[in-house]
């Protein structure tokens, strides 16, 4: 998923600060995959765009917001302001406030949440579980604003600034909010259909001593209590598209030479759920889906994506077995274990230009299906083994496979077909 940040996104602004609206679905640092979009990036490239700039602005960040998380993001537009900032969020000198609907409501209209919570990782997932001691005290002021059936719009105030804060110290008390995959009631989010919790910062207030002046932010939420997501209210978009070779998986480009999927006839305001290399070909979905994309780039969720992969000569019997244990890729990382195996040449189109064979050094085709989606994994799990990659075509995203689908051809599906 591109970020696209807009005029309207920028919140504040001055010579030392800069406030955006982050939106859900959009992380704020780099993660893991150097490839996925981030807002930090995002807004560097926005600043130097907008103000035509040379070189790299200068921005910092003392802050975060989860993932699916919206709302303010603060950051340092100075190197005066940079350590003015870390000072607000190490002394806890701002007020910061979010809303969020939850499931049910407090027994009391407004409090005090206290608790000791310590990182517990379950797998490569981190949470926070309460402990009686050797926990980082977390405090969080709230209030019950008002609720609709099952449902309640509560403020929070952060106290403290622990990781996971208000999702874990509200669901302790039987109130998680609505969409929380980690935290809440799995149930009743897909009762609602929302994925990804509807938390929003909402409110933040610090004063700054470079001007000596108090600094108000405030940012709506996307989501209301009447119609808690107004995202989830309209109907998305999902393109299945046959990516054809030598085509950039992102509709801008750099040069006429280059085709991109702006040479398409493919409709407006999509993304890629886990991009394709520009080598690489096949089955591509596309849609304006946020809570998807994001669900399809990380290996957590285990959605499965099926490729079809001509290498140099045909794998030992071991290799195969060394392919579907994990093998060790560039950076020293290891890949999780995953299906392969041999197959006959797949009916596929002829690819152009074709691929360079080498003289006397016979090909074969793997079947390999991986959850997760580093950059050039499938490429580098078959170098891992000696056989490197002449070919790369998609062939799968969970259930769903390119069937007759033409190299350059698109075609529309319903959520409802969508099979992982």
């Not at 809303?99 to 000791?116: H, K, M, S, T, Y």
């Not at 006959?344 to 074969?364: A, L």
């Amino acid at each position: 998923m591109k970020i696209r940040i807009s005029f309207s996104d920028i919140l504040f602004e001055d010579n030392n600060y800069i406030a955006v609206h982050k939106k859900s679905g959009w992380p704020v640092h780099q993660t893991l995959d150097p490839n996925r979009p981030n807002l930090f990036s995002a807004l560097k490239s926005f600043i130097k765009q907008r103000d035509k700039l040379d070189s790299e602005p200068y921005i910092a960040l003392h802050h975060r917001l989860d993932a699916q998380t919206s709302g303010i993001v603060l950051f340092a537009k100075s190197k005066a302001a940079n350590p003015v900032l870390a000072s607000v969020f190490s002394d806890r000198k701002a007020v910061k406030i979010y809303q969020a609907i939850c499931v049910g409501r407090p027994q009391v209209d407004e409090g005090v949440l206290e608790d000791f919570l310590k990182k517990e990782k379950v797998g490569r997932i981190e949470k926070m579980v309460p402990v009686k001691s050797g926990g980082e005290k977390t405090i969080t002021k709230y209030r019950f604003l008002k609720s609709s059936n099952d449902l309640s719009l509560i403020e929070f105030e952060l106290v403290t600034g622990r990781m996971h804060q208000i999702r874990v110290q509200s669901a302790l008390r039987n109130f998680p909010i609505l969409g929380d995959e980690l935290y809440g009631q799995n149930n009743v989010n897909q009762q609602y259909k929302v994925d990804g919790q509807l938390l929003h910062a909402s409110f933040f207030k610090f004063h700054d001593p470079i001007e000596d002046k108090e600094i108000v932010i405030h940012c709506n939420p996307e989501f209301s209590l009447e119609n808690f997501s107004v995202k989830k209210s309209q109907s998305k978009t999902y393109i299945l598209f046959n990516k054809p070779f030598n085509v950039l998986c992102q509709f801008t480009k750099s040069s006429e030479d280059e085709m991109a999927l702006c040479d398409f006839d493919l409709p407006k305001d999509v993304y890629a759920a886990g991009r394709l290399d520009k080598d690489s070909e096949g089955l591509l979905l596309l849609t304006d889906d946020g809570d998807l994309i994001n669900k399809i780039a990380s290996p957590k969720f285990k959605k499965e994506k099926t490729y079809w992969v001509q290498v140099e000569r045909i794998p030992s019997e071991e290799s195969m077995k060394e392919l579907q244990k994990g093998v060790t890729i560039k950076g020293g990382y290891k890949t999780l274990p995953c299906k392969a195996r041999i197959i006959d040449m797949p009916n596929i189109w002829d690819r152009n230009p074709p691929i360079r064979e080498r003289k006397n050094v016979p090909t074969s085709w793997l079947e390999i299906t991986i959850v997760e989606g580093k950059n050039r994994q499938v490429r580098s799990m078959t170098a891992a083994i000696g056989h490197p990659t002449l070919r790369l075509v998609r062939a799968g995203i969970g259930k769903m496979r390119l069937g007759d689908l033409a190299i350059g051809q698109f075609k529309k599906v319903e959520a409802s077909q969508l099979i992982f």
